[in-house]
């Protein structure tokens, strides 16, 4: 199976602070890749899907990078409906899988 | 309005079984893969199982976790999907949402999801 180790786990910042979150892979996936944003009771919202590609209705504030098996999501500048738990996911093989999450709070 | 929803969740026995559901509408249910993942309170993200289309011969694919215990299937006619849960354990407590595959050129993405039904496996 593919880990997807995120990190980190836990960020604490301010509305208007540029954030980064970032997600490796055991293994290459290509851009085999994806961003949620979840909040608490609700279902994951895809955010970012092919590494880098935005989903449609989704603020250009936030991007995503890489490809192989270093990822990285951004929030250029960090809004307070952006506290919620962020978790990548890989899509190149079964199973599918998750990174541990990434909780935005604010500070 | 393109949704899904679930139901059918519940309290069950260890060694129960549940049968979950989730129906489709606002788009061309039979045109799409359709996944299901859970969450057990309090902690991340798990992917389920898969079930393909007609095209695909409805085939599935399982977790390494529910495999020979869970079953997925699917009724286009009733744009429904459905999660077959047997030999319950309390490692199987989670919400369980189901999702939407697309496939947009080489990539699958996950763009609907259901809200969630919470399964709670328990004495």
């Known amino acids: 199976d593919i880990q997807l180790t995120q990190s980190p786990s836990f960020l604490s910042a301010s509305v208007g602070d540029r954030v980064t979150i970032t997600c490796r892979a055991s293994q290459a996936i290509s851009s085999y890749f994806a961003w949620y944003q979840q909040k608490p009771g609700k279902a994951p919202k895809l955010l970012i899907y092919?590494?880098?590609t935005l989903q449609s209705g989704v603020p250009s504030r936030f991007s995503g990078s890489g490809s192989g098996t270093e990822f990285t999501l951004t929030i250029s500048s960090l809004q307070p409906e952006d506290f919620a738990t962020y978790y990548c996911?890989?899509?190149?093989?079964?199973?599918?899988?998750f990174g541990g999450g990434t909780k935005v709070e604010i500070k | 309005e393109v949704q899904l929803v679930e139901s059918g969740g519940g309290l069950v026995q260890p060694g129960g079984s549940l049968r979950l559901s989730c129906v489709a509408s606002g788009f061309i249910f039979s045109d799409h893969y359709m996944d299901w993942f859970r969450q057990a309170p309090g902690k991340g993200l798990e992917w389920v199982g898969r079930?393909?289309?007609?095209?695909?011969?409805?085939?599935?694919e399982y977790a390494a976790s529910v495999k020979g215990r869970f079953t997925i299937s699917r009724d286009d006619s009733k744009n429904s999907v459905h999660l077959q849960m047997n030999s319950l354990n309390s490692e199987d407590t989670a919400v369980y949402f189901c999702?939407?595959?697309?496939?947009?050129?080489?990539?699958?993405?996950?763009?609907?999801w259901g809200q969630g039904t919470l399964v709670t496996v328990s004495s």
């Open positions: 996911q890989q899509l190149n093989s079964y199973p599918l899988t």
């Open positions: 999702a939407r595959s697309e496939y947009r050129s080489a990539w699958i993405v996950f763009d609907i």
């Open positions: 079930s393909r289309d007609k095209a695909n011969s409805y085939t599935t």
């Open positions: 092919a590494a880098s």
